[in-house]
Each structure stands twice: as C-alpha cells, then as structure tokens.
C-alpha cells in the first residue's frame, strides 16, 4: 500500500511558522516515499474557524510551493475536506463505541471540571475524575431535565505503548494520564479526538506528522482506532517551534504569521529558513520544498524544542 499523508491545519487564524513546519514535514515524509498528501480543514468549531480563514491557508499552502493531491478544492474521492461537513460518519463512530457500553453522558460544568481538587497532569491538563460515569440512571435522569450532557468514552486502567517515528517509545496508561475523555461536547460539537481517528482512517491516511504537543493525545486515539475497528496509521510527533523569548508560538504571533512574513520574504526564504531550524538545509539559504527532498530525513531532526533565533526571520 502506498504512503498517505496529510494536512490537517485548524483554521482559527492565519498560519504561523510551527503550522507550516507541520505541513512542510509531512508533504516532505510523504513524498519522499512517493506518497500522496491530502488537505483536511478541521474547522469543527464552526464559530472560531469561517471559512475565509480555510481558503486563507489553502492559498497560503499554495503560495509556499507545498502541493496536495485531494482536498477542499482540488476534490477526491475521500471528500468532503471540511470536518464541519463531516459530522454523519462521527455519529456513526459514536453509536458503535455506544454499542460497547462505554459513552456516558457528563453533566460537568466547566468550573467543577477544573476544580482545584481535580486530579491534574504535570503539564496542568485535568484528569477526569470520572464523577458521571458513577451516576445512577434516576440521577442521569434528573440531570437530564436540566442540562444538555457531553458524552465521554470510558477508558480502562490499561498502559497504551506505541513507538512514535521520531520520538521513540512512548506510553501512557489511559485512566491515570488522560481519564475519560470527550467525545462529544455539551453543545453538540464533536471532539477532536474521534474526529481526527474517524477522518485519518476513512482517508486511508498512513501516516501522521504533528506536533509534539499532540503526542500524549497518540494512546486515546489508538485506542478508539481499536474500539472501531480501524488500522491506525504510523505517527511521527516532531518538537514545537519556540519564539525566541521561548514561548511557544500561537496565532497570535505577529511576527510569525503568514500575513507579514509574505510582505518580507519569499516562500522559498521560508521553507529554506525553516528548514535549517528542523536540521535538513545545511544554511538557512531559500530552498524549495522539492529541493529538500533530497536532504530531508527524520533522523535529522531534533528531538527537543526548537527555538527559533532572533533576527531569523
Ligand atoms: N488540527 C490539528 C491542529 O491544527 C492537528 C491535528 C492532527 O494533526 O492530528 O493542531
């Protein structure tokens, strides 16, 4: 079978340097196995992701030379490429994890989730505690009258390993570290866990290139790739971009946003500056995103945080 990769970018803003890393390094890994790439716009929260933003980042992709065989405009047979359109194959995911027994609904409010005595991670994400998965079905009953319930999977006391293509070994056992998760949110909207898994199998995707910050949500949805049947594709979580001041880039980073550095630089500027920062252009000389194929290998790039030097770009 041949190598599929793909774009998933959340259009909530323009795209900054770490999103275009994300695509660079995945339309690299792919290609240079011959593979095809796909774009998938998660824009399933409807209201912080319009669709200006989408055809934004399809132009802006197009504007940095990184091509894709299927998506939004291009077509396909995988289609449709927008998760908002997507939502009848993640009901039908849900009703077949509801037939194993193991959806619940959580009438949690977002203050009684976060409260203090909530069981917290190292990086400060909650653990659910797993209040609503002990209620009885009279009190569900009664919850029900009054507030609209997100639905969680429940998840067993069961260590989940996998080894990442850059990063190694890595486990996680899925009711201590991450807890009962969300599948669906209290105001319909589904989550992205099931989203990405339901989408990355139905596209036939074999191969996942994300951030590093996405690595411990790999055993949830290896475990959904389980529970529905699916073959779950290789992974390969590569370290965040830093801002210089060691902050970690967000869309709201002026200097790192599309919207300037295309008045400053060309495309091929970008990709060959941000290649030297992932170790596979020797100089931070312009390259193309073709040129690099022949330079590219995971093995080249780092393993921890990259911050990116001030000046660079
Ligand atoms: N849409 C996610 C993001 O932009 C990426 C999800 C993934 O690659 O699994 O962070």
Redesign the pocket.
């Known amino acids: 079978m041949g190598t599929v990769g793909?774009f998933?970018?959340?259009p909530s803003g323009r795209i900054h340097l770490g999103?275009i890393l994300?695509c660079m390094l995945a339309w690299l890994s792919a290609r240079q196995k011959d593979g095809r790439v796909i774009l998938r716009i998660?824009d399933l929260d409807t209201a912080r992701c319009p669709r200006r933003y989408a055809d934004q980042m399809e132009e802006d992709l197009r504007w940095l030379g990184l091509d894709w065989d299927e998506g939004p405009t291009a077509g396909g047979p995988d289609g449709p490429y927008y998760q908002s359109q997507r939502t009848a194959l993640y009901q039908a995911a849900l009703e077949k994890l509801e037939a194993q027994g193991l959806v619940y609904p959580c009438f949690c409010t977002r203050a009684e989730l976060h409260a203090a005595s909530a069981p917290h991670r190292e990086d400060g994400q909650v653990v659910y505690a797993g209040t609503c998965r002990r209620l009885t079905p009279e009190e569900t009953a009664a919850k029900m009258e009054r507030r609209n319930p997100a639905l969680r999977l429940a998840v067993p006391d069961e260590t989940w390993s996998f080894v990442d293509g850059h990063m190694g070994p890595y486990s996680e056992n899925l009711a201590r570290d991450c807890g009962d998760f969300l599948l669906r949110r209290s105001d319909g909207m589904f989550a992205?866990q099931l989203a990405?898994v339901v989408d990355?199998a139905a596209m036939g995707v074999t191969e996942?290139?994300?951030?590093a910050?996405?690595l411990d949500?790999t055993p949830r949805q290896l475990y959904l790739y389980r529970l529905l049947g699916l073959e779950p594709p290789a992974f390969f979580h590569f370290p965040l971009l830093l801002a210089p001041d060691g902050r970690r880039l967000s869309k709201r980073d002026a200097d790192a946003g599309l919207d300037t550095l295309r008045g400053r630089m060309t495309a091929t500027e970008v990709l060959g500056k941000l290649a030297y920062l992932g170790g596979f252009n020797p100089s931070a000389e312009p390259r193309t995103a073709e040129a690099l194929l022949a330079d590219f290998g995971w093995d080249k790039v780092p393993g921890k945080d990259i911050r990116i030097p001030k000046g660079l770009f």
């Open positions: 793909r998933a970018p959340s999103n994300c998660e992205y990405v990355d996942v290139v994300r951030g910050d996405l949500s």
